[in-house]
């Protein structure tokens, strides 16, 4: 069992940048890929970026490459969603999961564990 908590989501103008976080419990942690994603009303859901270190793969979604770095630390049990550039199109509530090892790293992914999520209202 894997538990995710997200933290660092509010409010910011465009153009502004916010660093997300989200703890990560449980023992499978080093066979499971961290990702966030996104979703609010009028856009399906969408993963915004995914990281699998076994793999060595990063995956970014076309709509924020450039903006959004993941980063992760084993050590600490920790993911990050750097999110620089902010657009108003990124308001949504994001969401930490986690996933196996296999792809697909967008939303097609089986990510079958999730954080209760964290609001970003960017306007």
């Known amino acids: 069992h894997v538990q995710l908590v997200e933290s660092g989501g509010g409010s910011v103008q465009a153009g502004g940048s916010l660093r997300l976080s989200c703890t990560v419990s449980?023992?499978?942690?080093?066979?499971?890929?961290m990702g966030w994603i996104r979703q609010t009303t009028g856009k399906e859901r969408e993963a915004v970026a995914a990281?699998?270190?076994?793999?060595?793969?990063?995956y970014y979604a076309d709509s924020v490459k450039g903006r959004f770095t993941i980063s992760q630390d084993n050590a600490k049990r920790t993911v990050w969603l750097q999110k620089n550039s902010l657009k108003p199109e990124d308001t949504a509530m994001y969401y930490c999961?986690?996933?196996?090892?296999?792809?697909?790293?967008?939303?097609?992914?089986?990510?079958?564990?999730w954080g209760q999520g964290t609001q970003v209202t960017v306007s």
């Open positions: 999961a986690a996933k196996g090892i296999a792809g697909p790293w967008n939303e097609r992914g089986n990510y079958n564990y």
């Open positions: 449980g023992k499978t942690y080093s066979r499971t890929c």
């Open positions: 990281d699998c270190r076994r793999l060595e793969i990063t």
